[in-house]
């Protein structure tokens, strides 16, 4: 369900991520206002600790234009858990604040690391 | 989809593969070998099974005789959680006929590798030295690296040729003779 006046149309992130794995996601937040507003993009990781982690956003704000969507960057490191992502939107009122408008959440499994080894040669052998 | 047959094994030199099946002249199984990846595989059950330890026809012929040491330089690429691996090179005799192979002097070494989630190369050179008692048909080599319950490596067949086990004179020649002054 869409805020006042932002909605978060997608989380970009993959279905798993192993332990310790930096984890890049996308969270695409739409200016549903009639005009360009200030939108801010928030965002945590639940998965059993508090307070929640956050996300980090190298830029998150940006002023976004009427209708359009503006895809703001995050990322985190993997837990050694399943967690999930929860990501916020905010607009940016005239009286100076940020205000909270509109959520969503997507799920990203912990995956096992299993060792592999590839491409297996010998590139020399000789008497020395 | 099916692939054909393009080469029996031991008519290409091994740097040579190409991505396709290859027969094993000796007991008629097919072989599938993924140049890309450098990987043999098995047909089995309808899939495609990957070979821990490919035998292939040795690019060279190295001449060694016992005492001397062999050096066998190799490369892999690990991904997975940190982990302690054994890097291990042989000579011995691979059967033609039993595709055992009997591996009679060998040299280990091991390595810490860390965690990583993308496949990192390592590269390791190892040197085995052939023993006196070394006999003119020890002349396979196989390196292989193993660690966390899996297992990778490839045998050169043909790599060796011993030399120098028997005293031999040959060619023997009266050059000359003379008076001497």
């Known amino acids: ?128 | 989809m099916v692939k054909t047959l393009q080469l029996d094994l031991g008519v290409l030199t091994p740097s040579q593969y190409q991505t396709g099946w290859y027969r094993d002249p000796n007991t008629g199984e097919y072989y599938y070998y993924d140049a890309s990846v450098k990987q043999w595989y098995i047909h089995t059950a309808g899939l495609l099974v990957p070979l821990s330890i490919a035998s292939e026809t040795a690019p060279k012929t190295v001449d060694i005789a016992p005492g001397d040491t062999l050096r066998i330089e190799y490369s892999y690429r690990y991904s997975g959680p940190a982990v302690t691996v054994i890097e291990y090179a042989s000579v011995g005799v691979y059967g033609s006929v039993t595709h055992i192979y009997d591996e009679k002097v060998n040299k280990s070494r091991s390595r810490s590798l860390p965690q990583t989630t993308t496949p990192t190369l390592y590269t390791g050179n190892l040197d085995i030295v052939l023993p006196t008692n070394t006999v003119g048909d020890w002349d396979d080599i196989e390196c292989k690296v193993s660690g966390g319950g899996e297992e990778l490596g490839l045998r050169y067949l043909g790599a060796l040729n011993i030399v120098g086990l028997e005293v031999e004179f040959s060619e023997f020649t009266v050059v000359d003779y003379y008076k001497k002054e």
Not at chain 1, 23 to 39: D, M, Q
């Open chain 1, 1 to 128: 369900m869409a805020g006042k006046y932002t909605e978060i149309v997608g989380i970009v992130a993959p279905s798993s991520a192993v332990a310790g794995q930096k984890v890049n996601i996308e969270v695409r937040i739409k200016n549903t206002y009639s005009a360009s507003i200030g939108i801010m993009a928030g965002g945590a990781l639940e998965y059993g600790v508090t307070p929640w982690p956050t996300i980090d956003y190298p830029s998150y704000q940006a002023n976004v234009a009427a209708g359009a969507t503006h895809t703001f960057y995050g990322s985190f490191t993997m837990p050694d858990s399943d967690v999930t992502i929860h990501a916020y939107s905010y607009w940016y009122g005239s009286d100076g604040a940020w205000h909270f408008d509109d959520d969503k959440t997507k799920d990203i499994d912990v995956a096992e690391l299993v060792p592999e080894f590839s491409q297996f040669e010998i590139s020399n052998y000789s008497r020395r």
